[in-house]
């Protein structure tokens, strides 16, 4: 059964770097998302993408991050200057008929 | 806005004993609510859509649009089902979702 993947699995950085993180979601999927959970938190929703272009982010989803698809397969989130409040995990998801398929995730850990 | 609620932090119960985890929503139009179960160390997983109405792994849970509740429900939990659930709601296809906190589930022996 196909499955989104993601890389890394674990990133660490210092805080000012720039990271991206990458998934490839499941091929005939046409939504893309990324959501984030701090620790002990709950899961919260960062952005959507359809059709080559963001449909719906989120108050998080400030002018430091990011998303593309640079190719077919590829869907990556870029943070250009990290703080140490990104400090999560990362998920993306892909759709189809309403249902969301999730990646592992990305342990991002800023220092 | 779509809130989603879910008032137990950590559930434990007995092997064998029913469970219940509860899910309250709010939302003024038709919502899409799903239950998504993540084991230790695992991705989420899809676990129950309400639309479908199927039974997964024993775990049933009804849309009710009175009480705005979508209740997880087991008449008999097994220990592989200790895991995290969430409920989560999305207000259309391709609309992000929107998670409860979750549950710890713990079944013990």
């Known amino acids: 059964e196909p499955e989104v993947t993601q890389t890394p699995s674990h990133q660490v950085t210092q805080m000012g770097q720039e990271v991206i993180l990458r998934c490839v979601p499941i091929s005939n999927h046409l939504y893309f998302y990324w959501y984030r959970q701090i620790l002990g938190q709950k899961v919260e929703f960062l952005v959507s993408?359809?059709?080559?272009?963001?449909?719906?982010k989120s108050e998080i989803f400030d002018d430091q991050f990011s998303v593309e698809r640079p190719d077919g397969s590829n869907f990556t989130l870029k943070i250009r200057s990290t703080k140490l409040e990104d400090s999560a995990m990362y998920f993306c998801?892909?759709?189809?008929?309403?249902?969301?398929?999730f990646g592992p995730g990305t342990r991002l850990t800023v220092t | 806005a779509q809130r989603v609620t879910q008032p137990e932090k950590l559930l434990s119960v007995f092997k064998g004993a029913p469970v219940e985890l509860k899910c309250n929503y709010s939302y003024s139009g038709s919502p899409e609510l799903f239950w998504y179960v993540q084991y230790s160390r695992q991705r989420l997983q899809l676990l129950l859509r309400h639309i479908s109405r199927e039974s997964i792994k024993g775990f049933t849970a009804d849309l009710n649009k009175g009480e705005t509740s979508f209740h997880l429900k087991k008449p008999f939990a097994q220990e592989e089902d200790s895991a995290m659930y969430y409920c989560a709601l999305s207000t259309g296809g391709g609309n992000k979702l929107t998670f409860g906190t979750g549950t710890q589930l713990k079944v013990e022996l």
């Open positions: 993408f359809y059709n080559n272009e963001i449909s719906e």
């Open positions: 998801a892909s759709s189809v008929n309403y249902e969301q398929y």
